[in-house]
C-alpha cells in the first residue's frame, strides 16, 4: 500500500510540474483577441482522464495527466478549405491500477476534425469534434500475452470544447484507447480500453 502511495503522489506532482509547462510554453498563445482574429499556429493545453479496459478483461484501470499542443492545417497550408482541420500532438504521463500502481506514458499524433459542418445551428459556447491518430505508450505491466511493455498506442475521442464568458475553453471528451505490438511479437494480447477525458486550453 505504501508502494501505491508513492507513486499515486509521483503521478499528481508529475501533473503539476506538466501543466506548469504547459503554461509556459502555451501561455503566450492564441486566445487574446488579437491573435484569434489574425490566426494562431498553435493552442495548447492539458487534460485529466481516467480508463479502464474491457477487453480482453475488465481488470486495468488507469489516470493520465496529458499535456498537448493542437496547430490548424489551414495556417500551415494558407487554404481555408482546412479551417476545421487541425494536427494535436500530446504526451502524458499516469498510473495503471491492477491492483498495484503502474508508470505509464504515451506520445501521440492525432488529426482532429470539427464537426462545424454537421451542426450549423450550434451555439458558439460549444464545438464538438472527433480526433483520431496513434503513437507510442509505455506500461509498467503486462496483461498474460500483451508480450511488451512498449507498444502502438491508437487512439479515437468524440468530444466537445466548452467556451465560457471569458477566458479559454474547456472540453471534455470520451477515448478509445488501444495497446498492442502490430505482431511485433508473438504474443500480442491487445488493450482495449474507454476514457474519460476533460481539460482546458491555455
Known amino acids: 500500500m505504501n508502494g501505491s502511495r508513492k507513486r499515486f503522489a509521483n503521478l499528481i506532482v508529475t501533473s503539476v510540474l506538466l501543466a506548469v509547462l504547459a503554461t509556459i510554453v502555451g501561455g503566450r498563445c492564441g486566445w487574446c483577441s488579437e491573435e ?6 498553435g493552442e495548447y493545453g492539458m ?6 479496459s474491457y477487453r480482453p478483461m475488465d481488470e486495468v ?3 493520465m495527466a496529458t499535456v498537448f499542443g493542437v496547430y490548424s492545417l489551414a495556417d500551415f497550408f494558407q487554404t481555408s478549405a482546412l479551417k476545421v ?3 494535436k500532438v500530446e504526451a502524458g504521463v499516469g498510473s495503471a491500477y ?4 503502474r ?3 504515451s506520445l501521440n499524433v492525432a488529426a482532429v476534425y470539427y464537426l462545424d459542418n454537421l451542426f450549423p445551428g450550434r451555439t458558439k459556447r460549444f464545438r464538438p469534434y472527433l480526433d483520431f491518430g496513434a503513437g507510442g505508450i509505455y506500461t509498467d505491466f503486462q496483461v498474460e500475452g500483451q508480450g511488451l511493455r512498449i507498444n502502438f498506442n491508437p487512439i479515437a475521442s468524440l468530444g466537445v470544447e466548452i467556451m465560457p464568458d471569458s477566458g479559454p475553453p474547456y472540453f471534455v471528451a470520451v477515448r478509445w484507447h488501444h495497446v498492442s505490438n502490430c505482431e511485433i511479437k508473438a504474443e ?3 488493450v ?3 476514457m474519460f477525458m476533460m481539460g482546458r486550453y491555455f
Open 188 to 190: 500480442n494480447r491487445g
Open 192 to 194: 482495449n480500453s474507454l
Open 85 to 87: 482541420c487541425s494536427v
Open 47 to 52: 487534460a485529466l482522464s481516467y480508463g479502464h
Open 36 to 41: 484569434k482574429e489574425s490566426g494562431t499556429k
Open 61 to 63: 484501470a488507469f489516470a
Open 98 to 101: 491492477m491492483p498495484d500502481a
Open 103 to 105: 508508470f505509464m506514458a
